[in-house]
């Protein structure tokens, strides 16, 4: 199956910061998407991101599908945005099966 | 609301106990997952039914039956429950390819 690969599996910040989580995929992608796991257990969709660029308030993200690669921005990091970022990827002819990455987990410290 | 619904929020039992959980979605949505989150946080598919019909099946033990009466609720029954069964269990739905995961059941079996 495919291997996902997130990076970096902790990270720590100030309120305020910048940061850049990134995630890498062994195989070609006709599905990716980007989750927020907050503090509470609740798991929240970011982005649907097969190829391209988008953004969404402080948050956007970039995919460069032919280099296996996919990466989340969070610019003026606030204390709210803590919790685990998950990456999670569909190869072709997988079925709608989605294949998560072992996560990131932020700390945003006030 | 709009929403992905699972109940109930927290599950308690003993070893051997049979067990159900519910989801129910009113987005109108085609597809229904059932996602197994283990103690180091780890996603992985269970189950997808696609109108009713089962097309993810991944290796998880007969003990585990899904069951869809119709496209807008997918549960879940668990029978002989073990301890490697203590989890939190989440259900999902998607139109398309973009996910919408419900607020998670967490299994305790003692």
């Known amino acids: 199956g495919i291997q996902v690969e997130q990076s970096p599996p902790d990270l720590i910040l100030q309120e305020g910061a910048n940061s850049t989580l990134r995630c890498n995929f062994s195989?070609?992608?006709?599905?990716l998407q980007w989750f927020h796991q907050n503090p509470w257990g609740q798991l929240i969709n970011l982005f649907y991101?097969?190829?391209g660029t988008k953004q969404n308030g402080r948050l956007s993200a970039t995919t460069v599908a032919t280099e296996r690669y996919s990466l989340l921005y969070i610019s003026s990091s606030q204390t709210t945005d803590s919790g685990v970022y998950f990456c999670?990827?569909?190869?072709?002819?997988?079925?709608?099966?989605?294949?998560f990455g072992k996560g990131t987990l932020l700390t945003v410290n006030p | 609301d709009t929403a992905v619904s699972q109940t109930p929020k927290y599950l308690v039992t003993q070893m051997g106990n049979d067990k159900s959980i519910k989801c129910e979605q009113n987005l109108g949505h085609d597809t229904m997952y059932w996602y197994k989150q283990d103690s180091k946080k780890f996603l992985k598919i269970m189950f997808s039914?696609?109108?009713?019909?089962?097309?993810i099946n991944e290796t998880v033990p007969n003990r585990f039956s899904p069951k869809s009466p119709d496209k807008a609720h997918l549960n879940l029954h668990i029978n002989s429950l073990e301890l490697g069964d203590s989890a939190v269990y989440f259900c999902?739905?998607?139109?398309?390819?973009?996910?919408?995961f419900g607020n998670g059941t967490r299994l305790t079996v003692t």
């Open positions: 195989d070609s992608v006709n599905n």
């Open positions: 999670a990827v569909e190869y072709r002819g997988s079925n709608y099966k989605l294949t």
């Open positions: 039914y696609n109108n009713k019909e089962l097309i």
């Open positions: 999902a739905s998607s139109l398309g390819q973009k996910l919408h």
């Open positions: 991101i097969p190829s």
